[in-house]
Structure formats: structure tokens, C-alpha cells
């Protein structure tokens, strides 16, 4: 109560935010008069006005007003739009570094062209994030004519533009593109061997559109590039055999966390299937250690069956398993679940079968967009994720006023007993409404329900068009012609479409789809307008769009989302939520306290009850889930903080390498340094000469220089550390001479990068299995983080000692017995997948660039041979050699010569 009454007194944050920035405001009107009479060229002509000035030292704020009335006026001759006073403070907003929360319809794409402009001219670029393609490609249009007015450079960045042309793209002043082309570029620029070949520059300015899908829901898939690693699918299959017929008694699901778990029961007849298979020996147990990669399989199995659905989940099309994406009800292009989870969908749905892939790179979305020195956002729903925006990203959320109140009647929600009562009742009041010829957006959370209405409506002859991730390709379309009089859409949820629905229906797609069937001449576009205008003022009578919502999602801004579709612009419109005890939010989360109530009450199968109550209960479960799911993120976060801090300094030594031209004095100091930690290894410091491991320092020092090193009695350990260096660097001498200066610092300059990277990839892969198991430690009393921090920091200690030696070991047994063909050769693209991994399961693999290859399908067995390398998959650098010579496979077949 008292901060109710705090907030009516002294205003909230937001309303601090909006006040302070009313001057600018107010300055950027009064100079709209001035910059109107403006000639075309005179209006360009600002634009080099403002680089002069910002070359001189002025500041980027001393320019601030001038140049959003500059881009207002560009917009009305170039665009015939004219920014409203709201969508310039959305502007300032932006401009300051803090997240613009506007409501649907008001305008965000022309919104991020002031703040985009402005930003330009210092030429150090400015990235606008899009949540897919269709929109990178719409605003980079649309908006690029504004920049163009100004001889300001515009890029697009998506799926397919070309690895050749990408750098080019990052040269633009304003590069438009998705989060995960973004993404991918670094992580691909990190994998690359030649300076000339990275495309992008340094990160200045980024404003993200839809700033909660991308910074919110999609934070917990890490963006990964993967390699194949090879091994068998038939173990896919085999198991997929014994999760597929567990009974109900063998398992036991839990629905909110996503887990199951066998019983006693069926760990004991798992057990026993396994064996009989010959895929564990009849003398072990199932979880003995060296059958964990088989429990391991059988986990990921049952998940498979028992937790992901099909046309909930995922989708099968053309023979491949699709993830669907439950925020924005889209198929997830490319992407593929981690840790043999996809793989086991496709052997439950009986479809080819891919390989596991490697990771060679990755980085959450969180440490992406950290790096930009100047980061903002805008959507229409942020405040609900204000703290998490603000203790992660330092973006401060402002909600900025609608242009025109909203008028827009959200009704209570009512909620019956079962699905079925449910459903009738949502048919029944569509029929009611249809009637009117009042347009309807019913949002649905899945692919199987948006079809079980569409069945329905079908049933009562109601016309009607279903968008979902089946029939994503039409999006744009169907949303545009969801406003017409007497439509009828069905649509997943609403997240991130990015196309307005207006009443009437939106001219321009009206327009071309009348286009398709004949040639139109002025007159009949004009009467297409006319008619368009009409129909629009007949929906205002009777009430605007009505949102109908199926179920509740687990996040309130979805549901946000979805009302927001109706009432844009101060039109008329209408939102209604029908719910059931047997929705998978209520059943999961909040359906005791609910059932209970609902029970003394005595309803009915086929009676609602509607209350506030219900509604604050609601929220209450989603609530929970929102917390839930943001302590998942931040726990993802503090683990990849971790791999973070050591991925910063692997990818500046990438960068250093690349630049550096020279590296035979770098190559001594390491030898240098090498060897002293070689002496004082085998000859402590204050020990007797007795205890001396003369032998084995000798031995050692063949092993990694190829030398026999003759060491007397009478040396002092100063006297071997010194003959030792001599010797060593007599040896990088005579191949400097023998192969020329410039051909040896390129060998070795290629050396540094190639053991670097293999490295890297290994100690990513060990990464990976310590974060696996890491919870664990919990059982034994001890913070899984800190164990984290302190196992991983050992590993990396590790890693750069072993870089040091196998640098060496390589460079001293260097043969160059042909010409050094070109660095860029050495960029692998081949079998190299881009993907997403979710921090409990997801992960994806994205085609991208046009150079990145998808790995053939494997059916056969995988029959290893020791004489053949290539079937022997992935070797821990520590184990025996699969050739059979009993040496470690580092000093074998895995030595970097």
C-alpha cells in the first residue's frame, strides 16, 4: 500500500525517465518548421554537416535534436510517415542505451531509425538485431531508404548471404540482421587463420528488436559451432527399442521440471533388455563406469518418448525432426537438441539418423551482446523482465506512452473443468462474434491445439486461416489479413512477428494479392483503398479485433503479446482467456488450489467460473515459472562467465598470432622457458646430485627436441639449463636458414594457430563433461560453481602447458617440403555445423554462409579399424593409441608433427 501510494505521489522510474527527456523533445519540434523548408539537398547536406562536427570533438549528444528533426523530415518525403512525439522519446530512449517498451502497432521499426542514424555518423557502425530473416530483409529496405537519402551505407545480413560478401555487409554504416547471424560471425571469425579474412569490425552500438525473445527466451541456447565426431547410430536405435515399450509402473515423470527418472523396476528389466542385446556384458551392471555412455543413451531415450511431443515440441517434415520454438511458435531452422536427445526423437520417429557433433566454438547471448560498448532494445513487452534486463545487461526498461490511449476491453478469464468444455465454449463464442462479421485472432500455445480448433471451426463451416509452424512461410500474409471483416485466424503464439494487423486488413498485401489473379489499374487500387477504409470503420462499431487466448502461457508476456495484437492505435478491440483444470500450466502449477475451490463451488463440466481471483492466481503461476526460468538463466551465465574469461584470452592470442609476422624470437622465449621448467622437473632446486633424474631429463629432452643431449657429472644445474637452450636454439637456427626467414615464420605462425585451436577444441569438449557431472558435488557439501571455476582454471593451466610443449615438439621436427599455399585455405568450413544448445537439453545445427556442409546420415554399424585413422572417432589425447603400438595417443598417431 505504501508504495502504491509513494508511486501516485512522486511517479515511478519510467515516469522520471520520459520527464527528463521532454526537452529534447521539445527541441526537436521546434526545429521541424526550420528543417522543413529545407531543400532535398540542403537536407542531405546535414549529414556531413554533423560528421565535421563530430571530427572537431563535439559530442554525439551536442547533436541529438538536430539530427532526429533531420530524420523526421527524411521519413515524410522519403517514407510519407512522420515520427509521432512518443516514437521520438522511444528514440531518445533507444539512443541513451535502455530498452524502449512501446505496445504493438506504435511504430518500433521507424522508431530505430532515429537513434540508427544518429549513431551512424561517427562511422564506427551500428548493428540493428532482428528475430529473423523476412524482417533483417523488410527493414533494411524500408528503413534503408531513409540512410540512403543520406549517402549512408545499409547492409543485410541473413541466412544465406554469401562468406565473401559478409564483410563487406560489416563495412555498412547500418548492418540489419538476425541475432544468430550475428552470433555466428564472431564465433566463425574466431575459427579463421588469416586477419584478412574476418568480417567483422569492432562492436559499437546495438539495437535489438524484440529485445525479450532475444535477450530473455532465447539466453539459454548457447550459439555453438560443432564438428562431427564420429561413432555409431545403431546404439540409438537398439535403445530406442527399450524406451518405447516401458510401462507407466517403470518410470516416473516429472512434468515441471522436465525430468524422468526409471524405478527400481524398470532399472531392473532395462537391465536385462540390454544385456540380451550384447550391448553391456552379461558380467556387469548397468551403471557401472564403463556402461555410462549406454545409461547415458537410455536417459535421453526416454525423454524422447515420454516428455517431447510430436507437433508440440517438434515436427516431422521431409523425413527430419523440426524443433518448434515455444515462445514464438516457430520451427527452429536447422536446429537440433544436444547430448544425443535429437538423435533419440529421430530413432523414436524412425528417420534417418545424424551424427553428434563436437564443439569447436561457442558463446551464450548474454556474453554476445556484453561486448557492445553500447547496447538498447524495444518490444512491447520488458517491464515483466525489468530486474533481469537490468542486473544482466545494465539496460534500464522505460515505458514509453501510447500515442493514442488505449481503448481495448481486457475481460476476465474464464475457466472450465475440462478441455473439451473448454473448447466448445471457445467455438461457441466465435460463432456469436463471426456472426457480426467481427474479425478474430484465436492464439493457440501449440501446432496440435491450433489444429484441434481449426478441426473444430471446420466442423461449423467457419472459414477461416491457421498460421503455426507448419505454414510459417505465409506469416507475414496471414497476419497482415487477419484484420479483414469476418476473417478468422488461428495463430501459435504471437512473439516476434513483426507485421501489424490493421483493421481493413493492410493495403499493400491486399493490393498484391489481388495482383496475383490480374493487372490492376489506378482506379481498381484506388477502390481496393476505398473499400479497405470502409471496412475498417465498420469494425470500429463493432468493437475491433477480438484476441481470444486457448490457454495460458508460461510466461505472461506471451500472453501480453497476444492482446496487444487488438487495440493498436487507440482502435477498438477485445481480449478474452478460456482456460481448464486440464491446461498444462494449471495442471503443473496451479490447479490444486484452483480444483479445490472450483469443487466446493460444484461446477459443472460445461459451466465457467470468471473472477479476478482466478486471474491473480494465474499470475501467480506464471510468476513462478518466470522465476524459475530465470534462475536457469543466471545460472547458465555464471558457468559461461567462467568459459568466458578463458575464451577472451584464446581469441585476442588468436588475433595477436594473426598479426604478428614474427615468430622465431617468440618460438626461443618459449623454448626458453620450456626448459627451464624441463630442469627444474628433473633437478629441484636445493637437492643432492644423487637425486638428480639425469635419465629421464635426457630421455625427455629426445622425446621433444629429437636430440641427445649429453649431460656430465661435473655440470651445474645453471651449466645444463644453459648448453640445453644452445642446443635448442642451434636446432631453430639451422631451419630458419634451411627454409628462409619468411617461409619458417609462416610455418610457424600456422603451428601457433593449429595447436592452439585443437587444444581449445579439446579443452571445450572437457568443459563440457565437467559441467555435465559438476551438480553432483553437491552431494558432498560443496558449491557446484566454485568447483566449477577452480576444475576449469586447472584445466586451462593444463592446456597452456601442454600448447607450450606441442608447439615445440612440432616446431623442432618441422619438414616444409612444398610451398606454403595460402592462410585462408587453412579456414575450415567443411563439416562444420552451427548450433544451439539449451542449457538442459537444446542445442541446434544451422546451415549458414553457404559453406557449411551437413553431415551424411549413418546407418551402418561403425566398425573401428587400427590401421585406418579415420575410423577411429574421438581419442583422449591420455589414452592408448588405437594402433596398437601401447604408446599414449598424443605421442602416437595424435602427435602434431
Given at each position: 500500500m505504501l508504495k502504491y501510494i509513494a508511486r501516485k505521489i512522486f511517479g515511478n522510474r519510467t515516469d522520471k525517465i520520459v520527464k527528463s527527456l521532454k526537452p529534447i523533445l521539445n527541441e526537436v519540434n521546434k526545429l521541424e518548421e526550420k528543417i522543413s523548408i529545407l531543400s532535398d539537398n540542403e537536407l542531405k547536406a546535414k549529414t556531413l554537416e554533423f560528421k565535421e562536427k563530430l571530427k572537431k570533438g563535439a559530442s554525439i549528444d551536442s547533436i541529438t535534436?538536430?539530427?532526429?528533426?533531420?530524420?523526421?523530415?527524411?521519413?515524410?518525403?522519403?517514407?510519407?510517415?512522420?515520427?509521432?512525439?512518443?516514437?521520438?522519446?522511444?528514440?531518445?530512449?533507444?539512443?541513451?542505451?535502455?530498452?524502449?517498451?512501446?505496445?504493438?502497432?506504435?511504430?518500433?521499426?521507424?522508431v530505430s531509425s532515429l537513434p540508427a542514424y544518429l549513431n551512424s555518423l561517427t562511422g564506427k557502425g551500428v548493428h540493428i538485431v532482428t528475430v529473423n530473416d523476412y524482417l533483417a530483409k523488410r527493414d533494411s529496405e524500408w528503413m534503408g531508404k531513409i540512410y540512403k537519402f543520406h549517402d549512408l551505407s545499409v547492409g543485410c545480413l541473413v541466412n544465406d548471404t554469401p562468406e565473401e560478401e559478409r564483410k563487406k555487409v560489416y563495412q555498412c554504416d547500418i548492418v540489419y540482421g538476425t541475432n544468430n547471424e550475428f552470433g555466428f560471425d564472431y564465433l566463425r571469425d574466431n575459427l579463421k587463420h588469416n586477419i584478412k579474412s574476418l568480417v567483422q569490425r569492432e562492436f559499437n552500438f546495438a539495437i535489438i528488436d524484440e529485445v525479450d525473445s532475444i535477450l530473455i527466451d532465447e539466453a539459454r541456447t548457447p550459439l555453438i559451432i560443432s564438428g562431427p565426431s564420429f561413432s555409431s547410430t545403431e546404439l540409438y536405435v537398439k535403445i530406442n527399442n527399450i524406451a518405447s515399450i516401458l510401462h507407466d509402473d517403470e518410470y516416473e515423470l516429472d512434468e515441471k521440471n522436465k525430468t524422468v527418472l526409471l524405478t527400481d523396476k524398470g532399472n531392473e528389466r532395462c537391465e536385462k533388455l540390454i544385456k540380451d542385446m550384447g550391448l553391456i556384458k552379461k558380467d556387469s551392471s548397468l551403471y557401472d563406469i564403463e556402461n555410462m555412455d549406454v545409461v547415458h543413451h537410455l536417459n535421453q531415450?526416454?525423454?524422447?518418448?515420454?516428455?517431447?511431443?510430436?507437433?508440440?515440441?517438434?515436427?516431422?517434415?521431409?523425413?527430419?525432426?523440426?524443433?518448434?520454438?515455444?515462445?514464438t511458435g516457430r520451427i527452429m531452422d536447422g536446429r537440433r537438441y544436444s547430448e544425443g536427445l535429437h538423435q533419440a526423437i529421430e530413432a523414436k520417429e524412425n528417420v534417418s539418423i545424424q551424427q553428434e557433433n563436437q564443439t569447436l566454438a561457442s558463446i551464450t547471448f548474454q556474453n554476445y551482446f556484453r561486448m557492445y560498448p553500447k547496447l538498447s532494445g524495444m518490444t512491447g513487452t520488458a517491464i515483466t523482465e525489468a530486474q533481469e534486463f537490468l542486473s544482466i545487461y545494465n539496460l534500464e526498461v522505460v515505458q514509453i506512452p501510447t500515442n493514442i490511449p488505449v481503448t481495448r476491453v481486457d475481460e476476465h478469464d474464464v475457466i472450465y473443468k475440462t478441455e473439451n468444455a473448454k473448447n466448445n465454449a471457445i467455438i461457441s463464442e466465435v460463432e456469436k462474434v463471426h456472426s457480426k462479421k467481427q474479425p478474430i485472432l484465436i492464439g493457440t500455445v501449440s501446432i496440435e491445439k491450433?489444429?484441434?480448433?481449426?478441426?473444430?471451426?471446420?466442423?461449423?463451416?467457419?472459414?477461416?486461416?491457421?498460421?503455426?509452424?507448419?505454414?510459417?512461410?505465409?506469416?507475414?500474409?496471414?497476419?497482415?489479413?487477419?484484420?479483414?471483416l469476418g476473417a478468422v485466424t488461428i495463430a501459435t503464439n504471437m512473439a516476434g512477428r513483426g507485421t501489424d494487423?490493421?483493421?481493413?486488413?493492410?493495403?499493400?498485401?491486399?493490393?498484391?494479392?489481388?495482383?496475383?489473379?490480374?493487372?490492376?489499374?489506378?482506379?481498381?487500387?484506388?477502390?481496393?483503398?476505398?473499400?479497405?477504409?470502409?471496412?475498417?470503420?465498420?469494425?470500429?462499431?463493432?468493437?475491433?479485433?477480438?484476441?481470444?487466448?486457448?490457454?495460458?502461457?508460461?510466461?505472461?508476456?506471451?500472453?501480453?503479446?497476444?492482446?496487444?495484437?487488438?487495440?493498436?492505435?487507440?482502435?477498438?478491440?477485445?481480449?478474452?482467456?478460456?482456460?481448464?483444470?486440464?491446461?498444462?500450466?494449471?495442471?503443473?502449477?496451479?490447479?490444486?488450489?484452483?480444483?479445490?475451490?472450483?469443487?466446493?463451488?460444484?461446477?459443472?463440466?460445461?459451466?465457467?467460473?470468471e473472477h479476478p481471483w482466478i486471474n491473480k492466481s494465474l499470475a501467480k503461476a506464471q510468476q513462478k515459472v518466470e522465476s524459475r526460468n530465470y534462475e536457469i538463466r543466471k545460472n547458465l551465465l555464471k558457468f559461461d562467465d567462467v568459459m568466458n574469461e578463458q575464451r577472451k584470452v584464446i581469441y585476442e592470442q588468436r588475433i595477436q598470432i594473426m598479426k604478428e609476422q614474427k615468430f622465431d624470437d617468440i618460438l626461443i622465449d618459449k623454448v626458453h622457458i620450456h626448459n627451464k621448467y624441463l630442469i627444474d622437473k628433473f633437478v629441484p632446486d636445493k637437492s643432492y646430485k644423487e637425486e638428480w633424474q639425469i635419465k629421464e631429463l635426457i630421455h625427455e629432452i629426445h622425446r621433444i627436441y629429437n636430440i641427445n643431449l649429453v649431460i656430465n657429472d661435473d655440470l651445474s644445474k645453471k651449466d645444463i639449463l644453459k648448453n640445453l637452450n644452445d642446443e635448442t636454439s642451434k636446432i631453430f637456427k639451422v631451419k630458419k636458414d634451411e627454409f628462409g626467414e619468411d617461409i619458417f615464420n609462416e610455418a610457424l605462425k600456422r603451428i601457433f594457430l593449429l595447436t592452439l585451436d585443437q587444444l581449445w577444441k579439446e579443452h571445450l569438449h572437457a568443459l563440457d563433461r565437467l559441467k555435465a557431472g559438476i551438480n553432483l558435488r553437491a552431494y558432498g557439501q560443496k558449491d557446484p560453481l566454485n568447483e566449477y571455476k577452480f576444475e576449469a582454471f586447472k584445466l586451462f593451466e593444463d592446456m597452456f602447458l601442454e600448447l607450450d610443449e606441442n608447439i615445440i615438439i612440432t616446431c623442432a621436427k618441422i619438414q616444409i617440403s612444398h610451398e606454403l599455399g595460402d592462410m585462408d585455405n587453412l579456414d575450415s568450413?567443411?563439416?562444420?555445423?552451427?548450433?544451439?544448445?539449451?542449457?538442459?537439453?537444446?542445442?541446434?545445427?544451422?546451415?549458414?554462409?553457404?559453406n557449411v556442409k551437413t553431415p551424411n546420415v549413418v546407418n551402418n554399424k561403425f566398425e573401428m579399424d587400427p590401421k585406418n585413422p579415420a575410423t577411429w572417432g574421438k581419442i583422449s589425447r591420455n589414452a592408448l593409441c588405437p594402433c596398437g603400438s601401447s604408446k599414449k595417443y598424443k605421442y602416437c598417431h595424435g602427435s602434431i608433427i
Amino acid at each position: 500500500m505504501l508504495k502504491y501510494i509513494a508511486r501516485k505521489i512522486f511517479g515511478n522510474r519510467t515516469d522520471k525517465i520520459v520527464k527528463s527527456l521532454k526537452p529534447i523533445l521539445n527541441e526537436v519540434n521546434k526545429l521541424e518548421e526550420k528543417i522543413s523548408i529545407l531543400s532535398d539537398n540542403e537536407l542531405k547536406a546535414k549529414t556531413l554537416e554533423f560528421k565535421e562536427k563530430l571530427k572537431k570533438g563535439a559530442s554525439i549528444d551536442s547533436i541529438t535534436s538536430e539530427a532526429f528533426a533531420v530524420v523526421r523530415e527524411t521519413a515524410k518525403r522519403v517514407l510519407g510517415e512522420r515520427h509521432y512525439d512518443v516514437q521520438i522519446l522511444g528514440g531518445l530512449v533507444l539512443h541513451k542505451g535502455m530498452i524502449s517498451e512501446m505496445k504493438t502497432g506504435e511504430g518500433k521499426t521507424l522508431v530505430s531509425s532515429l537513434p540508427a542514424y544518429l549513431n551512424s555518423l561517427t562511422g564506427k557502425g551500428v548493428h540493428i538485431v532482428t528475430v529473423n530473416d523476412y524482417l533483417a530483409k523488410r527493414d533494411s529496405e524500408w528503413m534503408g531508404k531513409i540512410y540512403k537519402f543520406h549517402d549512408l551505407s545499409v547492409g543485410c545480413l541473413v541466412n544465406d548471404t554469401p562468406e565473401e560478401e559478409r564483410k563487406k555487409v560489416y563495412q555498412c554504416d547500418i548492418v540489419y540482421g538476425t541475432n544468430n547471424e550475428f552470433g555466428f560471425d564472431y564465433l566463425r571469425d574466431n575459427l579463421k587463420h588469416n586477419i584478412k579474412s574476418l568480417v567483422q569490425r569492432e562492436f559499437n552500438f546495438a539495437i535489438i528488436d524484440e529485445v525479450d525473445s532475444i535477450l530473455i527466451d532465447e539466453a539459454r541456447t548457447p550459439l555453438i559451432i560443432s564438428g562431427p565426431s564420429f561413432s555409431s547410430t545403431e546404439l540409438y536405435v537398439k535403445i530406442n527399442n527399450i524406451a518405447s515399450i516401458l510401462h507407466d509402473d517403470e518410470y516416473e515423470l516429472d512434468e515441471k521440471n522436465k525430468t524422468v527418472l526409471l524405478t527400481d523396476k524398470g532399472n531392473e528389466r532395462c537391465e536385462k533388455l540390454i544385456k540380451d542385446m550384447g550391448l553391456i556384458k552379461k558380467d556387469s551392471s548397468l551403471y557401472d563406469i564403463e556402461n555410462m555412455d549406454v545409461v547415458h543413451h537410455l536417459n535421453q531415450a526416454i525423454k524422447a518418448h515420454k516428455i517431447f511431443k510430436l507437433d508440440t515440441d517438434y515436427i516431422v517434415k521431409e523425413g527430419k525432426v523440426l524443433i518448434i520454438d515455444e515462445f514464438t511458435g516457430r520451427i527452429m531452422d536447422g536446429r537440433r537438441y544436444s547430448e544425443g536427445l535429437h538423435q533419440a526423437i529421430e530413432a523414436k520417429e524412425n528417420v534417418s539418423i545424424q551424427q553428434e557433433n563436437q564443439t569447436l566454438a561457442s558463446i551464450t547471448f548474454q556474453n554476445y551482446f556484453r561486448m557492445y560498448p553500447k547496447l538498447s532494445g524495444m518490444t512491447g513487452t520488458a517491464i515483466t523482465e525489468a530486474q533481469e534486463f537490468l542486473s544482466i545487461y545494465n539496460l534500464e526498461v522505460v515505458q514509453i506512452p501510447t500515442n493514442i490511449p488505449v481503448t481495448r476491453v481486457d475481460e476476465h478469464d474464464v475457466i472450465y473443468k475440462t478441455e473439451n468444455a473448454k473448447n466448445n465454449a471457445i467455438i461457441s463464442e466465435v460463432e456469436k462474434v463471426h456472426s457480426k462479421k467481427q474479425p478474430i485472432l484465436i492464439g493457440t500455445v501449440s501446432i496440435e491445439k491450433s489444429e484441434l480448433i481449426s478441426k473444430l471451426l471446420k466442423k461449423k463451416g467457419i472459414k477461416h486461416k491457421v498460421l503455426n509452424a507448419k505454414f510459417h512461410e505465409q506469416e507475414a500474409e496471414i497476419i497482415a489479413l487477419a484484420g479483414q471483416l469476418g476473417a478468422v485466424t488461428i495463430a501459435t503464439n504471437m512473439a516476434g512477428r513483426g507485421t501489424d494487423i490493421k483493421l481493413g486488413g493492410n493495403e499493400e498485401v491486399v493490393i498484391k494479392e489481388k495482383l496475383g489473379e490480374k493487372n490492376l489499374n489506378e482506379r481498381e487500387i484506388d477502390k481496393i483503398k476505398q473499400q479497405v477504409e470502409s471496412d475498417r470503420k465498420k469494425m470500429l462499431d463493432i468493437g475491433g479485433l477480438f484476441v481470444i487466448g486457448t490457454e495460458r502461457h508460461e510466461s505472461r508476456r506471451i500472453d501480453n503479446q497476444l492482446r496487444g495484437r487488438s487495440g493498436r492505435q487507440g482502435d477498438a478491440g477485445r481480449t478474452k482467456f478460456f482456460l481448464s483444470l486440464e491446461d498444462d500450466l494449471m495442471r503443473i502449477f496451479g490447479s490444486v488450489k484452483i480444483g479445490n475451490f472450483l469443487g466446493k463451488l460444484g461446477l459443472k463440466d460445461d459451466e465457467a467460473i470468471e473472477h479476478p481471483w482466478i486471474n491473480k492466481s494465474l499470475a501467480k503461476a506464471q510468476q513462478k515459472v518466470e522465476s524459475r526460468n530465470y534462475e536457469i538463466r543466471k545460472n547458465l551465465l555464471k558457468f559461461d562467465d567462467v568459459m568466458n574469461e578463458q575464451r577472451k584470452v584464446i581469441y585476442e592470442q588468436r588475433i595477436q598470432i594473426m598479426k604478428e609476422q614474427k615468430f622465431d624470437d617468440i618460438l626461443i622465449d618459449k623454448v626458453h622457458i620450456h626448459n627451464k621448467y624441463l630442469i627444474d622437473k628433473f633437478v629441484p632446486d636445493k637437492s643432492y646430485k644423487e637425486e638428480w633424474q639425469i635419465k629421464e631429463l635426457i630421455h625427455e629432452i629426445h622425446r621433444i627436441y629429437n636430440i641427445n643431449l649429453v649431460i656430465n657429472d661435473d655440470l651445474s644445474k645453471k651449466d645444463i639449463l644453459k648448453n640445453l637452450n644452445d642446443e635448442t636454439s642451434k636446432i631453430f637456427k639451422v631451419k630458419k636458414d634451411e627454409f628462409g626467414e619468411d617461409i619458417f615464420n609462416e610455418a610457424l605462425k600456422r603451428i601457433f594457430l593449429l595447436t592452439l585451436d585443437q587444444l581449445w577444441k579439446e579443452h571445450l569438449h572437457a568443459l563440457d563433461r565437467l559441467k555435465a557431472g559438476i551438480n553432483l558435488r553437491a552431494y558432498g557439501q560443496k558449491d557446484p560453481l566454485n568447483e566449477y571455476k577452480f576444475e576449469a582454471f586447472k584445466l586451462f593451466e593444463d592446456m597452456f602447458l601442454e600448447l607450450d610443449e606441442n608447439i615445440i615438439i612440432t616446431c623442432a621436427k618441422i619438414q616444409i617440403s612444398h610451398e606454403l599455399g595460402d592462410m585462408d585455405n587453412l579456414d575450415s568450413s567443411d563439416n562444420v555445423f552451427e548450433t544451439k544448445k539449451d542449457y538442459n537439453l537444446l542445442s541446434g545445427q544451422k546451415k549458414s554462409g553457404g559453406n557449411v556442409k551437413t553431415p551424411n546420415v549413418v546407418n551402418n554399424k561403425f566398425e573401428m579399424d587400427p590401421k585406418n585413422p579415420a575410423t577411429w572417432g574421438k581419442i583422449s589425447r591420455n589414452a592408448l593409441c588405437p594402433c596398437g603400438s601401447s604408446k599414449k595417443y598424443k605421442y602416437c598417431h595424435g602427435s602434431i608433427i
